[in-house]
């Protein structure tokens, strides 16, 4: 096994950093990793903003209810972004453009283009040591994100991820048994390996080092899909000019 691979397999969320800065040169090198990920047709449909403004970060740690949302060494978020398609358009080019940056298909291109960028930037910055944690409750208040970072039509914030100098060590998270999730030539049954699953993570969570309960994997995806959460989020992004048609 290679060094790529264990750092993949090794991976863990970290919720609290040592009060330590990352350097310019831990930044760029995490930036420039995030870029060469792939990219559907060459879009770069994305863009990175790093909050180094503390009454910023505290803003955005209120909309997250996590206070590691401001106590890292760097705050990354990532964004949807087909506004720099827009710049050069006229207003007759623009308007010719509105079915494809409004469709569906374009949402998801900007969606996953941002994803694999965050990849190779959380990849990266576990390579060098450093641990993190990604931040999606930042849409818990996506309008409020929207206005902190004042971003443009056409670019909406997806979600953060922090970096620092990890100051615990959490347990290693049980993963679904790839059984359940990887399929050869069409979907399959995996009843049998979710039960598995469900013993797995029920005694993960008993005897983790912190916050022990007893509960199980399909427990909490089901309180998670019959509470109705973020709901405002589809009127934001189709007002952003996203996912209209």
């Not at 863990?12 to 990352?22: A, C, M, Y």
């Not at 208040?141 to 670019?155: F, G």
């Not at 615990?168 to 995996?190: C, G, I, M, T, W």
Request: proline letters at 4%; one cysteine or more.
């Amino acid at each position: 096994m290679n060094q790529v691979i264990e750092t993949i397999l090794d991976h863990r969320s970290i919720r609290k950093f040592k009060d330590i800065p990352l350097t310019e040169d831990q930044i760029s090198t995490i930036i420039e990793a995030s870029q060469q990920a792939s990219t559907s047709s060459y879009m770069m449909a994305y863009s990175i903003i790093g909050v180094t403004e503390q009454h910023k970060k505290e803003a955005l740690a209120d909309v997250s209810g996590q206070n590691y949302v401001k106590d890292n060494g760097h705050l990354l978020v990532f964004c949807a972004d087909f506004h720099r398609v827009t710049i050069k358009a006229s207003d007759e080019e623009y308007e010719d453009m509105l079915p494809n940056l409004e469709n569906s298909e374009h949402f998801l291109v900007s969606a996953i283009d941002a994803a694999l960028a965050a990849q190779n930037a959380a990849l990266a910055a576990e390579s060098m040591g450093l641990g993190i944690c990604y931040i999606g409750s930042l849409r818990n208040n996506i309008e409020k994100v929207d206005q902190v970072l004042s971003l443009p039509k056409h670019v909406i914030p997806l979600f953060g991820l922090v970096i620092g100098t990890p100051d615990h060590q959490p347990d290693r998270k049980p993963r679904l048994p790839k059984e359940a999730v990887y399929f050869e030539n069409e979907y399959k049954s995996y009843e049998e390996p979710l039960e598995t699953f469900n013993s797995t993570i029920a005694a993960y969570y008993l005897n983790r080092g912190s916050n022990n309960r007893a509960d199980s994997w399909t427990d909490q995806m089901l309180r998670r899909f019959t509470h109705p959460m973020r709901m405002d989020v589809t009127e934001f992004v189709q007002r952003k000019g996203f996912n209209k048609r």
